[in-house]
């Protein structure tokens, strides 16, 4: 799945016209970058959702035959946040365990490597996997501890700052996880997970490749310029 329905409010006026995951870097839109790695990766169902100027983004990529993949798309009347749009899709997603990947992002992740985590979060009693990555200068006190190939929340001001990571955007996560939430009300994922890592059901991992958090209209402009001298 991927999460296209956030509004954007620290791209304007970039998204005031064009949804955020449509932004273009390095000649091609954010989310085209995300559809091609799936796919590389071996996934041909892909579920979006959307809600502001989602029409764009269903004009934009279709059905997904031009990248080889079948899209189905959750239209969101208003964005639900990370986990209501999660819970929304769920009847579009058919496995138990199942890759998310933020829209806005832009990383060089290889999704095969979420293969084990899903059949993991399938077998056993885990909840979720989280891929974690270095703090990036906006966000230098990073999100989560990853001890040994467990997270564990980092909230306590004695936990060092170098050993807490930010958490990527990409995660795999077993569906009972949203058993709470209801379809069609908004919910925020943070609490969903702080709760699965107090009770010891989050595996993570820590990727050291390239990312970028495409969350103001510079960074955007930075990425573009790196990738279009690759």
């Not at 579009?92 to 999704?111: A, P, R, T």
Request: with cysteine; net charge neutral; charged share 20%.
């Amino acid at each position: 799945m991927i999460l296209a329905a956030g509004r954007g409010e620290r791209m304007r006026p970039l998204t005031d016209h064009t949804p955020k995951p449509l932004l273009v870097a390095g000649g091609k839109p954010l989310i085209v970058w995300h559809i091609e790695r799936l796919r590389a990766a071996g996934y041909t169902h892909i579920v979006i959702n959307h809600a502001h100027l989602g029409h764009q983004i269903e004009a934009a990529l279709g059905n997904g035959a031009a990248w080889g993949v079948r899209i189905d798309y959750s239209r969101e009347i208003g964005a639900l946040e990370t986990a209501g749009g999660i819970a929304a899709a769920l009847p579009l997603i058919g496995c138990e365990s199942f890759v998310v990947v933020n829209g806005d992002i832009w990383c060089e992740y290889d999704f095969a490597r979420a293969d084990a985590p899903r059949a993991r979060l399938t077998s056993a009693g885990d909840r979720a996997h989280l891929v974690l990555v270095d703090n990036p200068a906006h966000h230098c006190k990073g999100d989560f501890v990853l001890d040994r190939g467990r997270v564990r929340n980092g909230d306590s001001p004695l936990t060092p700052h170098p050993f807490r990571y930010t958490f990527s955007g990409i995660g795999v996560y077993h569906r009972s996880l949203f058993d709470a939430t209801p379809a069609g009300e908004r919910a925020a994922l943070a609490p969903l997970l702080r709760l699965a890592i107090d009770a010891g059901r989050v595996s993570g991992e820590h990727f050291s490749g390239r990312w970028v958090d495409v969350g103001t209209p510079e960074r955007l402009r930075q990425l573009d310029e790196s990738l279009s001298h690759a």
